[in-house]
């Protein structure tokens, strides 16, 4: 019998203590944006970097472009 209720006394112990390191809200991985870390790996010596660099321009010119149209339909 006291057995039984250590084991319940230690199994309720451990689901308490399991519960207790959980965060309301959950923290990101990082804290930059998207076209932050772009740029940064645009500007990095990594291979590749160029081509992230070229795709960061045409999306800002494209998007430019979508703006002025945008705004001629107003």
């Known amino acids: 019998m ?14 308490i203590a399991g519960c207790s390191g959980h965060s309301s809200t959950p923290r990101p ?4 944006t998207e076209a932050q870390r772009d740029s940064a790996i645009a500007r990095s ?4 970097a160029t081509t992230v ?5 045409l999306s800002g010119k494209s998007a430019r472009y979508a703006s002025q ?6």
């Open 2 to 15: 006291t057995n039984r209720i250590v084991f319940a006394a230690v199994l309720v112990l451990f689901s």
């Open 29 to 32: 991985a990082s804290t930059l």
């Open 45 to 48: 010596s990594l291979p590749g």
């Open 53 to 57: 660099g070229r795709a960061l321009e």
């Open 69 to 74: 149209m945008d705004s001629l339909s107003r």
